[in-house]
């Protein structure tokens, strides 16, 4: 038979060929031959009915495709070119015209599942040759796709990044709205302040109006930007989008599963450009008059100050709302091969339905399905866990303190557990967590932050000598890195670049975090029995739960408005459940 992905030999008008000249008359590589080089052929393979040079008779043993060929050395092969039969010709689909980035001369006909990458058939020879590296061959893989629930995944992701930059429109918008309109209010306010003072103020009320003018200006000059981007990413999404659902229709699947692909990595390439736009910094402005102005007009030099306050998410989580609680029921996530009472010291959400907490106790890893409110499927590592992290939708991180590594977990489509690569931290590590693309880590002993890529690489490291002693937690997002320090009885927010920017102390002994949906901090404090929310700029905090059984770790759900935790009380076997409770 052919190898896969291989074009079709040349063909020939009988099963031997004559020769007219005395290079014709040399047997020559026919697959090199298809490539615009002739070589002299070392050997000849019975299945695909190539002569081939030594090269390509190597490669032929290590293929995973062709190693179990029938091959023939120099001595045994045909003396002269064969024909193969019409019935073992591979004709190379049409859709299949993608050039390959490193060997432009192939086309990309193979899709490497393990390293997530296009293929021709020189890079599946020089480097998947490995068995453990599956490969296929597109045309034998992309008739699923079709309609499929990958398909219908990137498409999704597809609208939703779209509908993201539209979100960030409206906000940039709806921001610059009210900061235009507070700039006008502000100037009411001056103009009211200017009516109690006499004319020497019309020179300042005029240096006023212009620096608010500039200040507008500038608002109006950014928000064109904002606009003109979102707009144009929206336009080739929405282009993308089109296409995919065009190709779908059309069945062609070796095109629609290139492009879905493509997408998803177009996808991942937004996320950079979602997070610039996020990072905005438009201000709302007060005017503040100048009380003592009337009895010193003569001596004072200014009509007073246009205060700022940065208007963004995180600005608005300073005022905790107020919620409603109530207990929803616990979980037991005790199973037959627990040989301890179950210790859950971790805990991160994958979709509303599926929890995975880690069991310090038992040395395992467990999946909650929280719809049946069972453990669904367990993983037995070779050390006890403390924390866990959402590194993609199918891949985990865990921190093992003992071993002083991070272990890599994947989740396969059957919803299985299995043990990835590990990576070595500098130290015993136990609160974690991920965030576009880098794991934030905390090491006790001596106290520090790590900041690391996903390969195991430092990239940042946070001393915590005067900042933090007991770093046990930790929670991130865009701007800040929160960590709750039990020895110091605080939770210490710090930006990426590991400068204190905010402390919460009013706490007893905090332990387990999770972030909520409108950025602010949920809190186990074990020592109160209590689960307290705090702002995102750690100034106020509110007990949002409370005579509870020594809360450890935390998670909420935003979008069913649940937070789970479990507890350490000690061997009581109240350690074996999730407690639930519904926030609204």
Same mark, same amino acid.
């Given at each position: 038979?052919?190898? @896969?992905?291989?074009?079709?030999?040349?063909?020939?008008?009988?099963?031997?060929?004559?020769?007219?000249?005395?290079?014709?008359?040399?047997?020559?590589?026919? @697959?090199?031959?298809?490539?615009?080089?002739?070589?002299?052929?070392?050997?000849?393979?019975?299945?695909?009915?190539?002569?081939?040079?030594?090269?390509?008779?190597?490669?032929?043993?290590?293929?995973?495709?062709?190693?179990?060929?029938?091959?023939?050395?120099?001595?045994?092969?045909?003396?002269?070119?064969?024909?193969?039969?019409?019935?073992?010709?591979?004709?190379?689909?049409?859709?299949?015209?993608?050039?390959?980035?490193?060997? @432009?001369?192939?086309?990309?006909?193979?899709?490497?599942?393990?390293?997530?990458?296009?293929?021709?058939?020189?890079?599946?020879?020089?480097?998947?040759?490995?068995?453990?590296?599956?490969?296929? $061959?597109?045309?034998?893989?992309?008739?699923?796709?079709i309609d499929s629930k990958e398909y219908q995944v990137i498409l999704n992701a597809v609208n939703t990044t779209s509908d993201k930059f539209q979100q960030i429109l409206k906000d940039v918008k709806d921001m610059t709205h009210k900061s235009n309109s507070s700039l006008k209010d502000a100037l009411v306010d001056i103009k009211k302040f200017r009516q109690e003072i006499n004319q020497r103020l019309d020179e300042l009320e005029r240096q006023a109006e212009d620096a608010a003018k500039v200040i507008e200006q500038e608002n109006k000059k950014h928000l064109k930007a904002v606009e003109t981007t979102c707009e144009e990413v929206t336009k080739s999404l929405k282009i993308s989008s089109d296409k995919i659902k065009q190709l779908n229709t059309t069945k062609q699947a070796d095109k629609l599963f290139i492009d879905l692909k493509l997408s998803q990595e177009t996808i991942k390439d937004m996320d950079e450009t979602l997070l610039k736009l996020s990072s905005f910094d438009i201000k709302e402005h007060n005017f503040q008059s100048n009380d003592v102005i009337l009895n010193l007009i003569k001596t004072e030099k200014s009509l007073g100050t246009l205060t700022q306050k940065t208007l963004n998410k995180e600005s608005q989580s300073a005022q905790i709302k107020s919620r409603q609680s109530s207990h929803e029921g616990e979980i037991c996530v005790e199973t037959s091969k627990d040989n301890y009472i179950c210790y859950i010291t971790g805990m991160t959400l994958l979709t509303p339905d599926l929890l995975i907490i880690t069991d310090y106790n038992n040395e395992d890893v467990k999946m909650v399905d929280t719809s049946s409110q069972s453990v669904s499927n367990k993983l037995q590592l070779d050390d006890k866990p403390w924390d866990i992290t959402t590194v993609a939708s199918t891949e985990l991180a865990v921190t093992l303190p003992h071993k002083q590594t991070v272990q890599f977990i994947s989740i396969s489509s059957n919803k299985q557990l299995k043990m990835k690569h590990t990576v070595k931290v500098g130290g015993k590590c136990y609160g974690i967590n991920c965030y576009q693309g880098k794991l934030v880590v905390s090491l006790r002993f001596p106290a520090k932050l790590q900041i690391l890529d996903m390969n195991g690489t430092i990239l940042t490291t946070m001393d915590g000598k005067n900042i933090f002693k007991d770093p046990w937690y930790i929670t991130c997002n865009r701007i800040s890195i929160y960590v709750s320090d039990c020895h110091m009885k605080t939770v210490t927010r710090?930006?990426?670049?590991?400068?204190?920017?905010?402390?919460?102390?009013?706490?007893?002994? @905090?332990?387990?975090?999770?972030?909520?949906?409108?950025g602010t901090v949920f809190v186990c404090d074990w020592r109160r029995n209590v689960i307290e929310e705090i702002s995102g700029d750690c100034s106020t905090g509110k007990v949002v739960l409370q005579d509870l059984k020594t809360?450890?770790?935390?998670?909420?759900?935003?979008?069913?408005?649940?937070?789970?935790?479990?507890?350490?009380?000690?061997?009581?076997?109240?350690?074996?459940?999730?407690?639930? $409770?519904?926030?609204s």
């Open positions: 038979m052919t190898v @896969p992905g291989k074009k079709a030999s040349k063909q020939f008008s009988s099963s031997t060929t004559s020769m007219s000249s005395d290079e014709d008359l040399q047997v020559y590589c026919q @697959p090199c031959d298809e490539e615009g080089t002739r070589l002299p052929a070392h050997g000849y393979c019975t299945d695909c009915k190539e002569h081939l040079c030594m090269i390509c008779f190597k490669a032929h043993k290590i293929n995973k495709f062709t190693k179990k060929h029938t091959r023939l050395d120099a001595t045994s092969m045909p003396k002269v070119l064969q024909q193969p039969s019409t019935s073992i010709q591979t004709v190379l689909s049409d859709d299949l015209t993608m050039p390959c980035p490193k060997h @432009p001369k192939e086309m990309i006909k193979f899709y490497c599942n393990d390293h997530t990458e296009f293929l021709c058939s020189v890079c599946v020879t020089l480097e998947h040759q490995a068995t453990s590296c599956k490969v296929n $061959y597109i045309p034998d893989i992309s008739g699923d796709i710090l930006n990426w670049q590991g400068e204190v920017i905010g402390s919460y102390s009013a706490m007893g002994y @905090p332990t387990g975090m999770s972030l909520s949906d409108d809360p450890r770790a935390v998670c909420w759900c935003g979008k069913t408005k649940k937070l789970y935790y479990s507890c350490y009380a000690f061997d009581n076997k109240n350690q074996n459940f999730l407690y639930i $409770y519904n926030l």
